[in-house]
């Protein structure tokens, strides 16, 4: 079992707020996608971090709208509700930590009221994608129409992102 990267210490606090600042891909079907991890979900952040690199399908979602999730079962993560939403925008990754259904994570691409078949719920707001908006419409749609896609995140180096961003910029 990993430790969680938040504790009491001054160091380990110091080192979870670089983590925050690091700037992660995300490859989701033909797409990539930069983002920041969430300042008001610490806790959210070290256990998402602790995952990367991470690797899985997205499926679209059954109740909430504009929304592709990642189904994870029965796994509990721990972490406390913090910068939590159930009407979330395209561009945030939101992590439900479980309870009333269960623990997934959240892509949203449009418009998202978080919810299962047991109604409205709630969940930790802990990435939001930066740059590459202008195509997760288009993946949303993909996931929906053809079906589950794969997606990985990771943190971006700085080669990562400059090729990113020169490939951004061929497009135009």
């Given at each position: 079992?990993?430790?969680?990267?938040?504790?009491?210490?001054?160091?380990?606090?110091?080192?979870?707020?670089?983590l925050l600042h690091l700037v992660f891909l995300i490859t989701a079907g033909p797409y990539k996608f930069l983002g920041m991890f969430e300042e008001a979900a610490p806790s959210t952040v070290a256990v998402f971090r602790a995952l990367l690199p991470y690797t899985q399908k997205l499926i679209h979602v059954r109740w909430s709208g504009e929304g592709m999730?990642?189904?994870?079962?029965?796994?509990?993560?721990?972490?406390?509700?913090?910068?939590?939403?159930?009407?979330?925008?395209?561009?945030?990754?939101?992590?439900?930590?479980?309870?009333?259904?269960?623990?997934?994570?959240?892509?949203?691409?449009?418009?998202?009221?978080?919810?299962s078949k047991m109604g409205t719920l709630?969940?930790?707001h802990c990435l939001t994608v930066t740059e590459g908006m202008e195509d997760l419409r288009a993946l949303g749609e993909m996931v929906l129409w053809k079906g589950t896609q794969d997606v990985r995140f990771e943190i971006a180096d700085q080669g990562m992102i400059s090729?990113?961003?020169?490939?951004?910029?061929?497009?135009?």
């Open positions: 079992m990993k430790t969680p990267l938040l504790s009491s210490s001054s160091t380990t606090r110091a080192a979870a707020t670089v999730w990642i189904p994870l079962g029965a796994q509990d993560f721990q972490v406390p509700f913090e910068n939590h939403t159930s009407h979330s925008s395209a561009g945030q990754l939101l992590l439900y930590p479980g309870g009333f259904s269960e623990t997934d994570f959240l892509f949203c691409y449009g418009g998202v009221h978080f919810a709630a969940a930790n090729e990113f961003r020169a490939s951004r910029r061929s497009k135009l």
